[in-house]
């Protein structure tokens, strides 16, 4: 009876071996053919801009074409479905973002959960935001802003990107830090709402650095304050939310997840290429052009940053009782 037991356990264990061995062989030779990596956006945005400068990064370091595949709409739930349908094999990525944590809470019914769903990757860069004023306002300071927003209650208006966007979110934040009452206008994304706020008809707005500078650099629109917990190079004289309005942070994020069970072996490797691309000098300086900072860490770490990020604004969606479109 020992005999045939120690047989069993011996054949057993042959047969994972050999069930294993398929899998990690794949895992070493990857990849060996195109990756596609989706994003929730349209083309010519700054996601797509993104996506396809990571992908360009990419495809020199693995030796494989990435090929960016835009899958707009549903505020990139319909990319982040797609990804989560795939099989898990490395060959479809999602170029993942803040949408992404708070689409988490915004909507009702998914038909995934992004954290139980997908396997983080690599964490890429993070856009800071900008609270920005038009000139005829009497506020050259957040501290002046939040006076005059006070002694006006209702009266000042805050350009929204649209309900559950990044600009809607950091406003509201900031809403619920100040104890200020400022109307929030929605539009259908920030570029349809620029107009009116350099025309003055809206007072105010957050928008991110990259999409934003221009405007400030020209004196179209006042830049009050920064989003990060840190002054930004690109805005050395702007100082933070934070500097007044104590424990405010708020940035947009890149990265990089695959669907779950994704081998370890193959998201290890990502991993760091995405580090090694992130401490190359020449992609540093591209990342900056863009008004963003690079921001590498482990796939534990860019794991344990979704979920405090989605945790984050689930609190600010829930307590401004936010709801899509």
Known sequence: MKLRRRLFLQLATCAAVLFAAPHIASAQNYPSKPVRLLVG??????????????AQWLSE????????????????????????????????????????AINATLYDNLSFNFIRDTTPVASFFLTPGVLMVNPAVPAKTVPEFIAYAKANPGKINLASAGPGTVPHIYAE????????????????????????LISGRIQGMFDSVPSAIQHVKTGALRALAVTTAKRLDVLPD????GETVAGYEASGWYGIVAPKN????????????????QADPQARARIAELGAT?????????AKFIAEDTEKWGKVIRGANIKPE
């Not at 835009?70 to 094999?89: F, H, K, S, W």
């Not at 934040?173 to 009116?196: I, Q």
């Not at 081998?263 to 290429?273: D, F, R, W, Y």
């Not at 690079?294 to 860019?302: E, K, M």
């Open 41 to 54: 956006f349209p083309a010519g945005g700054p996601a797509d801009i993104g996506a396809r400068l990571v």
């Open 61 to 100: 370091r693995l030796g494989q074409q990435v090929i960016v595949e835009n899958r707009a709409g549903a505020a990139t739930n319909l990319a982040t479905e797609a990804l989560v349908r795939a099989p898990a094999d490395g060959y479809t990525l999602l170029f993942s973002m803040v949408s992404n």
């Open 173 to 196: 934040l900031f809403k619920m830090m100040t104890g200020t009452d400022m109307v929030l206008v929605h539009y259908r994304g920030a570029g349809p709402a620029m107009p009116d």
């Open 238 to 241: 702007v100082p933070t939310v």
């Open 262 to 277: 994704t081998p370890v072996e193959i998201v290890t490797k990502l991993n760091a290429v995405v580090n090694a691309i």
């Open 294 to 302: 690079p921001f590498a860490g482990s796939p534990a770490d860019f």
